[in-house]
């Protein structure tokens, strides 16, 4: 696999990005630092961002090996142990005190659930309570800014990177869904105009929903343009 590009207001936040691009978790990459960016003057002014490039450590190694053999070591690959060290105690206290201080410092009430699962390093958080809207912001801003911060936190806890899910009134799911619906229709609207439609600006998880909802699709193709966190899919149709 080649090397993508991605960017961040920090390396982690890059780092970041570039997992959730490629839905892996950090010991399976490899990667190259581009720029270190820059903070500015008080975090406001002359600001620049950090930008790395990453791929697979596996889609690599497979490059080197003999086409017979590729099917081989593609099941050696997936079978393969992840090496995730976990404290379960330390990162539900991590994650539980960090979310329940902010969402007091919002003035809202909430119970955090935590949930990890160790074999494939995910801990899934679930907030509860009254007000859980404020919580999501428009478009899932506010719960996505949360989701990477309590990541952070999360992760200094725990000698193996940990993907960290936070959700709220099964948001992450109605999104899903409404996203798959958006790929679907602007699918259509390109097979009938016969133009390329540019989507808003997503995340790296929103955009992988639509690449998935239209893998499939035998007249229209799907890819990402520019930088962090103007970058957006295209969607076209295949000639």
């Given at each position: 696999m080649?090397?993508?590009e991605v960017?961040?207001?920090?390396?982690?936040?890059?780092?970041?990005?570039?997992?959730?691009?490629?839905?892996?978790?950090?010991?399976?990459?490899?990667?190259?630092?581009?720029?270190?960016?820059?903070?500015?003057?008080?975090?406001?002014?002359?600001?620049?961002?950090?930008?790395?490039?990453?791929?697979?450590?596996?889609?690599?190694?497979?490059?080197?090996?003999?086409?017979?053999?590729?099917?081989?070591?593609?099941?050696?690959?997936?079978?393969?142990?992840?090496?995730?060290?976990i404290?379960?105690?330390?990162?539900?206290?991590?994650?539980?005190?960090?979310?329940?201080?902010?969402?007091?410092?919002?003035?809202?009430?909430?119970?955090?659930?935590?949930?990890?699962?160790?074999?494939?390093?995910?801990?899934?958080i679930?907030?509860?309570?009254?007000?859980?809207g404020?919580?999501?912001?428009?478009?899932?801003?506010?719960?996505?800014?949360?989701?990477?911060?309590?990541?952070?936190?999360i992760?200094?806890?725990?000698?193996?990177?940990?993907?960290?899910k936070?959700?709220?009134?099964?948001?992450?799911?109605?999104?899903?869904?409404?996203?798959?619906?958006?790929?679907?229709?602007?699918?259509?609207k390109?097979?009938?105009?016969r133009?390329?439609?540019?989507?808003?600006?997503?995340?790296?998880?929103?955009?992988?929903?639509?690449?998935?909802?239209?893998?499939n699709?035998?007249?229209?193709?799907?890819?990402?343009?520019?930088?962090?966190?103007?970058?957006?899919?295209?969607?076209?149709?295949?000639?």
């Amino acid at each position: 696999m080649d090397y993508i590009e991605v960017t961040g207001k920090t390396l982690d936040e890059a780092l970041t990005n570039g997992l959730l691009e490629l839905q892996t978790s950090s010991d399976n990459v490899e990667y190259e630092i581009i720029d270190k960016g820059t903070s500015g003057v008080l975090g406001l002014f002359g600001t620049k961002p950090a930008k790395i490039r990453i791929r697979k450590k596996e889609e690599v190694f497979e490059e080197y090996v003999k086409p017979a053999e590729k099917e081989e070591v593609k099941e050696v690959v997936k079978a393969r142990p992840k090496p995730v060290n976990i404290d379960s105690e330390a990162v539900t206290k991590a994650a539980t005190t960090f979310l329940t201080d902010v969402c007091s410092a919002m003035g809202i009430e909430a119970k955090v659930e935590v949930t990890i699962d160790k074999e494939e390093g995910d801990v899934n958080i679930n907030l509860s309570g009254k007000d859980m809207g404020t919580l999501i912001g428009k478009r899932g801003q506010t719960l996505d800014s949360l989701q990477y911060l309590v990541s952070l936190v999360i992760n200094k806890e725990s000698d193996s990177y940990l993907r960290v899910k936070l959700d709220t009134e099964n948001y992450r799911k109605r999104r899903q869904e409404t996203l798959e619906a958006l790929a679907k229709n602007i699918a259509y609207k390109v097979k009938r105009t016969r133009r390329s439609v540019s989507l808003e600006p997503m995340n790296p998880y929103e955009r992988r929903i639509i690449h998935s909802a239209l893998q499939n699709d035998k007249y229209v193709s799907t890819k990402s343009e520019g930088e962090e966190p103007f970058r957006h899919i295209v969607v076209f149709l295949k000639k």
